[in-house]
């Protein structure tokens, strides 16, 4: 069965920069998009980054353009994304998230599987 695996998450200050990756097992990337979402206290889940690798297009929530990047690595079947200038208000727990097929989606369900999720706290 599918399983996606966060790490990476921790407490880091403002400006500053994290590395999350997203260890996927029983999948085969290129049949799937996958996406990072978060969710602060009290807020609904928000897509953040997504990857599609058979249409090889990346799209980003216009809250972390320019400053979060989604990359894998197929041979690790891994997905990382690298969060840079970070701002307290990024704070939340990151989910990593699958969907089959080619096109990136922004709705939280319209992913089939989800990770168990790792903790970003950004301080100011």
Not at 63 to 68: D, E, I, T
Not at 72 to 80: E, I, M, P, Q, S
Not at 88 to 109: M, N, S
């Amino acid at each position: 069965q599918v399983q996606l695996v966060e790490s990476g998450g921790g407490l880091v200050q403002a400006g500053g920069s994290l590395r999350l990756s997203c260890a996927a097992s029983a999948l085969t990337f290129s049949s799937y998009v996958m996406g990072w979402f978060r969710q602060a206290p009290g807020k609904e889940r928000e897509f953040v980054a997504a990857i599609s690798w058979s249409r090889g297009t990346t799209d980003y929530a216009d809250s972390v353009k320019g400053r979060f990047t989604i990359s894998g690595d197929n041979a690790k079947n891994t997905v990382y994304l690298q969060m840079s200038r970070l701002k307290p208000e990024d704070t939340a727990v990151y989910y990593c998230a699958a969907k089959l097929f080619g096109t990136i989606r922004y709705r939280w369900d319209d992913y089939r599987y989800w990770g168990q999720g790792t903790q970003v706290t950004v301080s100011s």
